[in-house]
């Protein structure tokens, strides 16, 4: 049908292709899928580690040249593997969606140009030297694939980002009412300007005291305040941070599972269409929805297992409505929350030109 070819080919030839390419696929992101499987994983990890130590060997060494050549045949086969990942992936429009896949691409690139710039162009060393200084950072970036639990960092994050905004307006006010009294109370050989003062006083705020100090008395005691306010206002950014993080500790496992859900999701390839089908396969009423018994049915079907327990937390996450059913845009929102609206205009576009073809049909006949 129509439909189905979006995910697997028709004809037999290019589906043994396709298979081929799946199972190079599963070879290269899974690596519990056998033991080469893990092998390689390890192999590519260690080299992603060789790079970032050649990288900054590259920067602190009087001979550099050795390390630079190593480094630029470890990035050509880093740059091979990103592509042999992009021709082998099963669906290369969901191969753009998957952040992993986005930051390897952007640091194959921020990667190469400054090795070739280094190597071809004729510029001064110093300037191709400052080129290559955030080398060791970007090529880092490749190890977030590997740390799977990274994610409860940023959902930790995300808590502590709504509280943010106040507590950071509210630090402004501390730290340009104090910088106004210290400018005033200090004489101008201590503090020229506005803006010394407020150097002071942010130095002062940050415990880090590079700062003159102050030569007066009042000047002193002004200082000494900003001290005490600051270490006392600090304690409450510190205490969310400590309190967001917790609360996502104590819920790692149910997050863990999700975020294995959408890895097992990207590393099969499925599609909207592949996901929806799966729906329809073990939805008994035909309603695009899934109950809590038909959505443990699923979960094997996408190779994840968990408690029945852990598998309840998560059907009622998905479930926003709280009506005891998943629907599948709720899936998909829950799935893929940053590109949710790109998920679903996958799904609505062939049930739209099917609806405009019948709506066609109909005028004619009329």
């Known amino acids: 049908s129509k439909r189905r070819s979006h995910s697997v080919p028709v004809d037999a030839d290019a589906q043994e292709t396709f298979s081929r390419r799946k199972k190079v696929w599963q070879f290269i992101e899974d690596r519990h899928s056998g033991f080469l499987a893990t092998l390689y994983y390890f192999v590519i990890t260690s080299l992603i580690g060789t790079s970032v130590i050649l990288s900054v060997l590259d920067l602190v060494s009087a001979h550099d040249e050795p390390y630079r050549y190593v480094l630029k045949g470890l990035e050509a086969l880093l740059a091979v593997e990103l592509v042999v990942r992009f021709c082998v992936c099963p669906n290369q429009h969901v191969f753009w969606i998957d952040w992993y896949n986005i930051i390897d691409v952007f640091v194959c690139a921020c990667n190469t140009v400054p090795l070739l710039v280094s190597t071809f162009a004729d510029i001064e060393p110093s300037l191709a030297y400052s080129i290559r200084v955030f080398m060791p950072l970007t090529l880092s970036l490749r190890y ?101 993080f917790s609360k996502v500790w104590e819920d790692r496992e149910r997050l863990v599972l999700m975020q ?84 679903t205009a996958i799904y609505r576009q062939p049930r739209r030109a099917q609806a405009q073809g019948r709506k066609a049909v109909a005028d004619e006949q009329g």
Do not use: C
């Open 144 to 244: 977030l694939r590997r740390f799977e639990h990274f994610h409860l960092l940023v959902f930790a994050f995300k808590d502590v980002v709504q509280a943010l905004p106040v507590l950071l307006y509210t630090l402004l006010l501390i730290a340009f009412f104090h910088a106004a009294l210290i400018y005033l109370l200090e004489p101008r050989d201590v503090h020229p300007t506005l803006a010394d003062a407020l150097w002071f006083t942010m130095t002062t705020m940050s415990t880090v005291g590079y700062a003159t100090a102050p030569a007066t008395a009042e000047g002193k005691a002004a200082a000494l305040t900003l001290s005490v306010v600051s270490a006392l206002y600090l304690a409450i950014p510190i205490g969310i941070m400590g309190t967001a």
């Open 260 to 343: 294995q859900m959408r890895r097992r999701i990207s590393r099969a390839g499925l599609t909207p269409y592949d996901l929806i089908r799966m729906f329809r396969k073990l939805d008994q009423d035909q309603n695009l929805s899934l109950t809590f018994e038909e959505f443990k049915e699923f979960l094997p079907m996408i190779s994840v297992s968990m408690p029945d327990a852990v598998a309840l937390r998560i059907f009622e996450t998905l479930d926003y409505d709280g009506e005891g059913s998943i629907s599948f845009e709720e899936f998909l929102l829950g799935m893929f929350p940053a590109h949710h609206f790109y998920m």
